[in-house]
């Protein structure tokens, strides 16, 4: 399954990152997260296949990929993960700071 998320906000705090560097600000977001059924803690579950950085614009649309059977393993819906993927990208660490980052996330349009 692949989900692309929509990322704003990162400018100008997070501007001088390039795009591995955003890869690895967001992947570290997606360990440790809690089943919105179950309530228990899932480990890592995906990771960033594809990352475009639209400066301009001020977004970054990052493609995550989770692997086909994690939905039916963890007994979750598409949608309620999801909405688990947007909300553990709403903040991103800088790695050079260590400081982390506000930004505001959404799935973006196909």
Do not use: W
């Not at 591995?20 to 579950?45: K, M």
């Not at 995550?64 to 963890?74: A, G, M, N, Q, S």
């Not at 790695?95 to 930004?103: I, L």
Request: aromatic fraction near 4%; charged fraction near 25%; proline fraction near 5%.
């Amino acid at each position: 399954m692949k989900t692309r998320i929509e990322i704003s906000g990162c400018f100008p705090v997070l501007n001088s990152l390039n795009e591995q560097q955003f890869i690895n600000a967001i992947e570290p977001r997606f360990i440790d997260i809690r089943n919105p059924v179950s309530g228990l803690q899932i480990d890592l579950f995906g990771k960033v296949s594809a990352l475009e950085i639209l400066r301009e614009q001020g977004l970054v649309i990052a493609e995550i990929e989770i692997p086909d059977d994690y939905l039916t393993r963890h007994k979750l819906q598409q949608d309620q993960l999801e909405q688990v993927l947007v909300a553990r990208v709403s903040k991103l660490r800088h790695p050079a700071t260590g400081a982390m980052a506000p930004v505001e996330a959404r799935l973006a349009t196909k």
